[in-house]
């Protein structure tokens, strides 16, 4: 219920402003070499910010619904099961020896055991962004302690998708479609099949999304129109963010002079009454 009443208001606020649009920009007189507006005083304040706050407003509004798409005009960027089954495989739990948690470190604070292309890994975690990996490499009790997952391990177990993937390769977070890992400064890593890009999480093994053609447009249509994510944009965050505080500040003053001019009309025809 929630959704909908988020998307049906989105949907509404986008007609009022479409409709909001035709009539400021059917109102703008010529006078001279110069636009004017019909309107006097708080009125034609409430005129001109519209119109310099529409470009904005409408995207801010039409990216806002898509946000609450949830794979009806896009897709949702979720594996199928099908496709979950295949990259984690189906280790042997029973495998594990019993004794398994004496090799947990005392000073871990947290222990998770998971499973990538058949094999169980334990992930042992010391604080926020400090852990190391155990996974056996033979039927001997040897073991391999790192920080993180290889990108080797990613292509292999992404080769049980049946598709022709290129090697894997960590993201930065400078990256256009950069992803974000569950652990501050965990390597994410891309490995790109065919049309579709699949985000791994290398301190764990999550897959984060499954981009398509569908999903990338949509990373723009939201994001990049949201948030003004943009590449130049994010690559001069002060330039971002005055430009953010700017149509912000706008927005304010044209929805107090419409408050305003509202409450004048709602006065007047009280009054008449």
Not at 162 to 171: H, L, M, N, Q, V
Request: net charge positive; glycine share 8%; proline share 5%.
């Amino acid at each position: 219920m929630w959704t909908e009443v988020l998307r049906w208001l989105a949907f509404l606020a986008s007609v009022a402003v479409g409709f909001g649009a035709a009539i400021g920009i059917s109102r703008i007189r010529l006078k001279g070499l110069r636009l004017a507006s019909p309107y006097g005083g708080l009125q034609a304040w409430h005129h001109w910010f519209g119109l310099i706050c529409l470009p904005f407003v409408f995207t801010w509004i039409i990216s806002g619904w898509f946000s609450l798409d949830q794979g009806q005009l896009f897709s949702s960027g979720k594996l199928t099961r099908t496709q979950v089954q295949a990259i984690t495989g189906r280790p042997d739990w029973q495998s594990l020896p019993p004794d398994e948690l004496r090799g947990v470190s005392a000073t871990a604070h947290e222990v998770e055991w998971f499973a990538f292309n058949g094999r169980i890994y334990r992930r042992e975690l010391f604080g926020p962004d400090d852990q190391i990996l155990v996974s056996p490499v033979d039927a001997s009790a040897t073991t391999v302690r790192r920080a993180f997952l290889r990108p080797d391990e990613i292509d292999l177990a992404l080769r049980n998708l049946r598709e022709p993937c290129d090697p894997s390769f960590a993201i930065d977070g400078a990256d256009e479609y950069a992803a974000i890992s569950t652990m501050p400064h965990a390597p994410v890593f891309r490995a790109i099949c065919a049309a579709n890009w699949f985000h791994v999480d290398g301190s764990n093994g999550v897959i984060i999304e499954q981009l398509d053609r569908s999903r990338r447009a949509y990373r723009w249509l939201f994001a990049g129109l949201h948030t003004l994510n943009f590449p130049f944009l994010a690559a001069h965050s002060a330039l971002r963010t005055v430009l953010i505080v700017f149509f912000c500040g706008c927005g304010f003053v044209f929805s107090v002079t419409g408050i305003v001019l509202a409450q004048r009309r709602i006065r007047s025809l009280w009054w008449r009454s």
